[in-house]
């Protein structure tokens, strides 16, 4: 798969799924998955695939974070 991380200046929380979702023939992005970080100072991310470690910490401390990971077994 392909891990995409960046920012839009012009776009709206309301305009973003439609971006995602269109196609790249139409200026889209083509997403099948994809996560909106709010980009607010708890705002974090980590990712570790393969040969890739990258971390890009927030500025407050979050009490509750959200994990995603590959499913292993049934």
């Known amino acids: 798969g392909i891990v995409v991380i960046g920012g839009l200046a012009h776009t709206t929380l309301a305009e973003l799924p439609e971006l995602l979702l269109k196609p790249f023939s139409q200026g889209g992005m083509a997403a099948v998955r994809a996560l909106n970080l709010d980009g607010g ?3 974090q991310f980590y990712l570790q695939s393969g040969q ?4 890009l910490p927030g500025r407050a401390k979050v009490p509750v974070f959200l994990g995603v ?3 292993t077994g049934k």
């Open 69 to 71: 990971s590959k499913r």
């Open 52 to 55: 890739t470690d990258r971390t």
């Open 41 to 43: 100072s708890s705002t």
